[in-house]
């Protein structure tokens, strides 16, 4: 793509008109370097182009500390075009480079290229003594490369910016002149000095004025059609975005308008924040306001910038300017606020929000000294970015934050001015008005209900917090200041889309006392982050992607909306047994129509993201953001590009609605035979019955249809209403049409009046409508009441009073048919969006619907036999249960063909053919390898995926509602939160001790490991003991810790069970032992580990296990002497001949 001189825009940076003059007196050698091009790559193969030239000025050249894009501030440039400014200019498209990838620094020599294209500063070097230079030189990061190109001798030069003292580690101040070790340092603003800024110019004043409010942002400066980086920015441009230095001796890169949505959306997925800067005026106005002032400034004649927009990766809305998003799950942005109550618990406040949503949770909970509740929040809704109030985390929350969130981006926020307490935070959000247009009629509150819920039943307007809202209310005002200082607070809060959060765990605790209650009610089940992590639901261990995860083994949603509320379902199945079963009634309903799935499948594939694009068609139509954001201040050169792109969202949300209705419309016929009510529900019109929930949408998307042309608005960029949609263009349109019968009616009139048939209206613009008379008709009387306005040969032109009160009426008319014309998108989005209920409803209706069939799919396609689980509700006088007959894991099930996966029967709390026992707790044993962790975590997988409401892989699936799974798996520490493994595998055991009820299952694997042997039997024991005796919930309990099963071997409230294994062999010497694993889980202890089996397999040289093995003997002979003589002891206790011996000899060996 090439771009010309005038592409770069208005540029803002002429001191005066002394430097204007000056750069009049150009020498032949500053002529030829500004032939010159600058070139910007950008790496992308779309169709914005790869190579982007423009032209500098020859102030650049001239004056270091020029900002300038090349073009004089005055000079207009939005009316040449790019083919013309190609046309234009002398100078030879060069041929285009291999492009390089963004994110990879760019090679040396291409950098060396550009060098040798600059003006040379000093003696040329010759590469002999280049070369020798070279080799006494540090190796070079990409950065010092590029310092290279800024000039010097022999390319050792720094920046500008690095020479500025007041910008050194350690110097630097914030915007209150404090310094970088104070405790109150504000490292997102920085100090400038106002010397150095009056030494400026304009363009770079106003850039150092913004950059010292946003320093921890990168700027993209809109200059014209291009957006240019300046200083330690323009380095940051290089170095991760694979841009050119221009020439210079202080940082200068930049890119295109068109290119912008892909260059930030690299930096933001890096972690960077990216603030945009837009010109709020033109040339023209720029003069006007100059001329305008009393007393002004050099400073004063440059066009206004602002900025527009500052992105995270928390606040991304993907807005026309933005690149469509690559990903379909949600990504929050947290704001957290954490205190201790009056007993010493710990409370938390929080609200998040996913900003291409425009969905809020805001709440409020307590929570144990082991962050269990809040754990389990950043599992289920994992955060991109936190804000926190500074200085009131405790140490605990700190190594949440620095050990689960590693990638998370974390900002602290100043209490008060930043985070803002509740008072405040209610304060706000009634001034500034963002509900008003969603006022809640009921309440009679501009407040949403969930907000007004928060607030003092006292006060009814809404001032005051609640006894236990205060956090929740605190955590929403850092979140509300924060999208506030990002610029995108009215197009999100104006949604009134809030919910509250409540932890899923707190109904638990209020039921503790019924043990069948929580099955009857709407709870769910609770999965913290820790199983989350070890059943690999949502993401593997191996990379942190979906791979291997329940999550994609039963992901077959098409639509984005439905792939989110999947996960979500995912993070928290039903408990209840009769909302369970109609789920499964849909799977079955669903199933029994496979001609229909299909059909709705074919449907599903073609719908857009909904639930984002009516975020941003709500955005678009805000009158709030229309009257006072930057945004509609903000000259875009691609206006027309952005406009077809807003319609083309616009058209792709009505195209998807009407799909939506046809999905409706092939399923309601067949949905009075449905047995699930709520796959009626979704499938039927509410118009039709008053049962169903979906909204009729046929006539709005009618109205809709007929609202103006779609072909032509796409082609154009530009809506035109037709008549009846738009009652202001309507009534413009009216008065025009009426002025011009009058003025019509009145030329009829003069006509009779004066005799003369052809006079004729002549004119445009304002000097229209004047009466072109022939002077030979003039002979006779004239009306004292023509007013002459004009002649030409022959002819007199005449206006009267009527017609200038006609006219002016016209022109009326007409600016208000323009100006509804001009602001015609945003409102007929406006309109569309008043009706938000009913689209919103719709999407909710089919993503529900998408994931059913999803579950469907599943039990159609998996591999082997699947069944639909029996949830049965439990029973006071009967323990809980779970029978799996012939189950299989459902995730490696794929990774098998046929038969290779051995299926296996799992049943705790009740009989079963090869055992009596009820047993609550089955100890598990058998071989390294055998397969115990997996039969563990297959276990508590099927169980989430029966009372998900989809069918499991096995031949028979009963079990009463589980409402929580515990899973002890794995050894591992957490070194960013300083606990080792001994110390997580106790912590998850506490959690599990606190937290499990009989209702519970809990999945424990080699408890005891990470200490010394005898005291981690002796926790084992412990733990065994507390949970079949007194929680009694169902657990699957495996050890090595043989000694445990004898321990445990009588116990009606234990059951034991291993992995089988054939050995063949066997023999003193392990290396003729042949293992061979069956994968197995049968009743009855394993006799051993056959760990040398598992040495041998993972290549531990010979003489290692040799040596180990005879060692293991030696330890197996003196245990086994051990138990006989305690055992002879045992069973002479008591003896009267030599008691006091034997109690003494008893004493010793129970002290060993």
Not at 357 to 363: H, N
Not at 607 to 633: F, M
Not at 717 to 741: M, N, R, S
Request: aromatic share 8%; glycine share 6%; net charge negative.
């Amino acid at each position: 793509q090439q771009m010309s001189e005038s592409a770069s825009g208005n540029s803002d940076d002429c001191n005066s008109e002394e430097d204007v003059k000056s750069n009049k007196r150009v020498t032949s050698r500053e002529s030829a370097i500004k032939a010159k091009r600058r070139r910007v790559l950008d790496s992308d193969s779309d169709h914005d182009g790869s190579d982007v030239e423009f032209k500098p000025d020859v102030k650049e050249v001239a004056s270091s500390e020029e900002a300038s894009s090349g073009v004089d501030e005055n000079e207009s440039t939005d009316t040449e075009t790019d083919a013309e400014s190609v046309a234009e200019s002398p100078i030879k498209v060069p041929s285009k480079r291999k492009r390089r990838e963004i994110n990879k620094p760019a090679k040396r020599s291409s950098l060396e290229n550009e060098c040798s294209e600059m003006p040379k500063r000093a003696a040329t070097v010759s590469l002999e003594a280049k070369s020798k230079l070279t080799s006494f030189a540090a190796p070079e990061s990409f950065e010092s490369q590029a310092n290279a190109c800024s000039g010097g001798i022999s390319g050792f030069a720094v920046w500008e910016h690095e020479k500025l003292d007041w910008l050194q580690e350690g110097k630097k101040k914030d915007a209150h002149r404090k310094r970088q070790g104070d405790p109150d340092y504000d490292p997102c603003t920085l100090y400038v000095p106002e010397d150095y800024l009056n030494k400026c110019t304009p363009g770079m004043r106003r850039w150092w004025q913004l950059k010292s409010q946003n320093f921890d942002a990168v700027i993209f400066y809109k200059v014209g059609k291009f957006y240019e980086l300046y200083h330690m920015d323009a380095v940051t441009g290089v170095n991760e975005l694979g841009l050119i230095f221009m020439k210079g001796t202080w940082a200068h890169s930049g890119f295109p308008e068109t290119a912008f949505g892909r260059f930030s959306d690299v930096l933001v997925q890096k972690g960077y924040k990216v603030a945009r800067v837009e010109q709020t005026e033109t040339p023209e106005m720029m003069e006007t306001r100059y001329k305008s002032m009393a007393h002004p400034t050099k400073f004063d004649k440059v066009v206004r910038r602002e900025i527009c927009r500052i992105i995270t990766k928390g606040t991304q809305t993907y807005s026309v300017l933005d690149c469509d998003p690559s990903e379909n799950h949600n990504k929050y942005l947290l704001c957290v606020k954490e205190k201790e109550d009056s007993s010493g618990q710990r409370v938390y406040g929080v609200c998040f929000v996913d900003t291409s949503v425009g969905k809020f949770y805001v709440g409020q909970f307590s929570d144990d000294r082991h962050c269990s509740r809040f754990r389990t929040l950043v599992a289920h809704y994992t955060p991109v970015q936190v804000l926190y109030e500074k200085g009131n985390l405790s140490v605990d929350t700190q190594k949440i934050l620095k050990g689960s969130l590693v990638s998370c981006i974390q900002e602290g926020l100043i209490a008060g001015s930043q985070f803002w307490n509740a008072s405040k935070t209610l304060k706000v959000l009634l001034e500034e008005g963002y509900f008003k247009e969603k006022q809640n009629p009921e309440n009679g509150c501009s407040l949403p209900s969930v907000i007004k819920s928060l607030t003092s039943e006292s006060d009814s307007l809404g001032l005051t917090p609640g006894e236990n809202s205060e956090l929740a209310l605190s955590a929403l005002g850092g979140c509300v200041f924060y999208l506030k200082k990002c610029l995108i607070d009215q197009e999100l809060l104006s949604l009134a889309n809030f919910a509250e959060y409540v932890p899923v765990d707190i109904d638990t605790a209020k039921t503790r006392s019924s043990s069948s209650f929580f099955a009857k009610t709407d709870q769910r089940m609770v999965l913290d982050g820790v199983t989350l992590m070890n059943l690999e639901v949502l993401q593997n261990g191996t990379n942190g992607t979906t791979e291997g995860t329940l999550l994609e083994r039963i992901d077959s949603c098409c639509t984005p909306f439905g792939k989110r509320l999947l996960k979500q379902w995912l993070c928290a199945p039903l408990c209840n047994p009769k909302s369970i079963n109609d789920r499964l009634d849909a799977v079955e309903d669903l199933l029994a129509v496979p001609d229909k799935m299909s059909e709705v499948s074919e449907h599903l594939k073609k719908l857009p993201d909904l639930e984002r694009l009516l975020s941003k068609i709500h955005s678009i139509g805000s009158p709030l953001k229309s009257q006072n954001h930057p945004d509609s201040r903000a000259i875009f050169y691609e206006e027309i590009k952005y406009s077809k792109k807003k319609i083309a969202d616009f058209l792709s949300a009505l195209e998807g609605f009407k799909v939506m209705n046809e999905i409706v419309d092939v399923i309601e016929e067949i949905a009075s035979d449905f047995k699930s009510k709520v796959l009626k529900q979704l499938v039927t019109r509410k118009a039709k019955n008053p049962g169903g929930r979906f909204p009729d949408l046929s006539a709005e998307l009618q109205r809709w249809d007929t609202a103006f042309d779609h072909n032509q608005a796409r082609k154009t960029g530009v809506i035109t209403p037709k008549a009846g949609f738009d009652p202001d263009y309507d009534k413009a349109l009216q008065d025009i049409k009426a002025v011009e019968e009058d003025l019509h009616k009145y030329l009829d009139k003069q006509r009779k009046l004066l005799g003369f048939k052809s006079m004729l209206y002549w004119g445009a613009g304002k000097n229209r409508y004047q009466m072109e008379i022939p002077e030979s008709a003039i002979s006779r009387n004239l009306p004292e009441e023509y007013e002459l306005k004009s002649t030409r040969k022959g002819y007199k032109r005449y206006w009267t009073k009527e017609i200038e009160k006609m006219l002016a009426a016209m022109v009326n008319a007409e600016e208000r048919r323009d100006a509804a014309l001009k602001d015609c998108m945003r409102r007929l989005f406006y309109n569309f969006d008043k009706n938000s209920k009913d689209w919103q409803t719709a999407v909710e209706c089919i993503a529900v619907l998408d994931v059913l069939m999803s579950f469907a799919n599943y039990s159609q396609d998996g591999d082997g036999p699947l069944c639909r689980p029996v949830i049965l509700l439990p029973v006071d006088s009967a323990p809980p249960f779970l029978e799996l007959k012939n189950s299989r894991h459902p995730c490696i099930t794929k990774t098998f063909f046929g038969d290779d996966f051995i299926p296996n029967d799992i049943v705790i709390g009740s009989k079963d053919e090869d055992s009596s026992s009820e047993a609550s707790c089955v100890l598990v044993t058998g071989p390294n390898m055998g397969g115990k962790s997996t039969l563990m975590r297959q276990a508590g997988l099927l169980v989430i995926m029966a009372q998900l409401g989809c069918y499991v892989p096995a031949e028979v699936c009963r079990l009463t509602p589980i409402d929580r799974v515990f899973t002890r798996l794995g050894a591992s520490d957490r070194i960013m939160s300083g606990e080792s493994t001994f110390f997580v595998e106790l912590s998850e055991t506490s959690s599990i001790l606190q937290h499990a009820t009989e209702h519970s299952l809990v999945l424990v694997d080699e408890l005891g490991r990470g200490t010394a042997t005898f005291d981690g039997t002796a926790i084992a024991s412990a733990v065994v003991k507390e949970l079949a005796e007194k929680i009694k919930c169902r657990t699957l309990f495996s050890t090595h810790y043989h000694s445990l099963v004898e321990d445990y071997s009588h116990n009606v409230a234990v059951r034991l069970g291993h992995m089988a294994c054939m050995v063949e062999n066997e023999s003193e010497d392990p290396s003729q032992e042949t293992i061979t694993f069956l994968y197995k889980f049968i009743e009855g202890a394993c006799p051993k580990s056959y760990g040398f089996n598992a040495a041998r397999l993972a290549n531990i040289p010979e003489e290692v296990i040799q040596k180990g093995h005879r060692k293991a003997q030696e330890f197996e002979k003196m245990t086994i002497s051990l138990r006989i003589f305690r055992y002879l002891c045992l069973v002479v206790d008591g003896a009267t001949r030599d008691a006091h011996a034997v109690q003494k000899l008893t004493a010793m060996i129970n002290h060993l």
